[in-house]
């Protein structure tokens, strides 16, 4: 059985080389920005644009750092099942948002700091709303209790009608097999059925061919029975395919269950490598009893993350070129807060995040 690990996928040295220059690179951009250059990218491109480079130079070292780790460019989003993880997707998602906007907003600060038109005090006094810390609390309690849920259900094992257990589906497997053997050997005896009806004809035809007169109507009527029989050789052959190609099928559903009860940890279904990982991860099952299931907390929690994050980025760029205007001010505000954050957005959070807990935390094996 295979272990999973992480290193079978992993890279060569040249992404690890890669890894680094991007970000030294990234390192010396900033620094390069802080001295002078945000100040113009603020007013060439706005300050949404410069939101939007810290942004992709943050996602640039994630997606970095997770091709290093397990040989997938969205590595960092795979737990260790192998799988991708709805809460890694939504604590990164909100890691990124709100700690590139807090670079955002202290960049130009520095810079003005550097000038004398800011104190050391007040070039970092940007404060963040206690609902915005609420609500990346929720979803960091919400990332160590699915963890710690399924931590709980890796020393469970499947009880549901012995169906899922490795012995059940081995003989599932096992059956299957048998099954296609049969149905492969009907294929080829209606094959040679077909092939001798085929014969049968060709010797009635040219048997009608080469017949007298007064033996026309007798040879003709061999010429209509071989094709009579032909037909129903053809269609036997299509039944014996079609039934075939069923029995193949259920070998390869047969093989994926036996796979996923011997690669289980506990309850919860596996992959055995990265390579694996799909996004519908994000939205189905994690158990034995049903991977193969919509998760429908997933999804809500999902949608909602979605809105909420899109929502608050939208208050944020508001907010961006509300204030930005101070780089040109020989008196620029002492201090700058977040948006504030909705008490309904984190109601919204609060409910998905529970109702996704609560589901999870069920057995479903």
């Known amino acids: 059985m295979s272990n999973g690990s992480p290193t079978e996928a992993k890279p060569s040295g040249t992404m690890t080389i890669a890894l680094w220059l991007v970000t030294i690179f990234a390192s010396l951009f900033w620094i390069v920005m802080t001295v002078g250059i945000f100040g113009w990218a603020l007013r060439a491109g706005g300050p949404a644009v410069a939101w939007a480079a810290c942004i992709l130079f943050s996602v640039a070292l994630l997606v970095l750092a997770g091709r290093e780790v397990n040989g997938r460019w969205m590595g960092i989003l ?66 160590a209790g699915a963890s710690l849920i399924k931590r709980t259900k890796t020393s469970k094992t499947t009880t549901i009608d012995l169906k899922a257990t490795p012995e059940a589906t081995r003989q599932r497997r096992d059956q299957a097999k048998a099954d296609l053997a049969i149905a492969e050997t009907q294929v080829l005896n209606a094959a040679q059925e077909q092939k001798t009806k085929e014969e049968e004809l060709a010797l009635a035809t040219k048997a009608l061919a080469d017949a007298a007169a007064t033996e026309k109507k007798a040879a003709q009527d061999k010429v209509d029975m071989a094709q009579t029989l032909l037909k129903s050789a053809q269609q036997d052959r299509e039944r014996a395919t079609k039934d075939r190609d069923a029995k193949k099928a259920a070998l390869e559903t047969a093989e994926k269950d036996f796979v996923a009860a011997t690669e ?83 109601a919204l959070l609060g409910i998905s995040h529970g109702t996704y807990l609560s589901v999870k935390a069920v057995d479903h094996s």
């Not at 550097?114 to 990332?143: C, Y």
């Not at 279904?269 to 907390?297: C, F, Q, T």
């Not at 979605?306 to 201090?335: C, E, F, H, Q, R």
């Open 78 to 143: 795979i737990d260790a099942r192998n799988k991708y993880s709805l809460a890694r997707l939504q604590i990164t998602i909100w890691t990124v948002i709100v700690m590139t906007a807090f670079l955002t907003f202290a960049l130009p600060r520095v810079r003005l700091m550097a000038q004398g038109k800011l104190t050391q005090a007040n070039a970092l006094d940007i404060t963040f709303p206690k609902e915005l810390i609420l609500a990346m609390g929720i979803s960091a309690v919400s990332f």
């Open 264 to 346: 289980a940890e506990g309850l919860l279904h596996r992959n055995a490598s990265p390579s694996e990982a799909s996004w519908v991860d994000l939205v189905r099952g994690e158990e034995i009893g049903n991977y193969k299931l919509v998760d429908m907390s997933k999804v809500q929690m999902l949608f909602f993350t979605v809105v909420v994050v899109s929502s608050y980025a939208g208050s944020i760029i508001a907010l961006l070129y509300n204030v930005m205007y101070y780089m040109d001010l020989k008196t620029p505000p002492v201090a700058i807060a977040f948006p504030e954050f909705s008490d309904t957005l984190n």
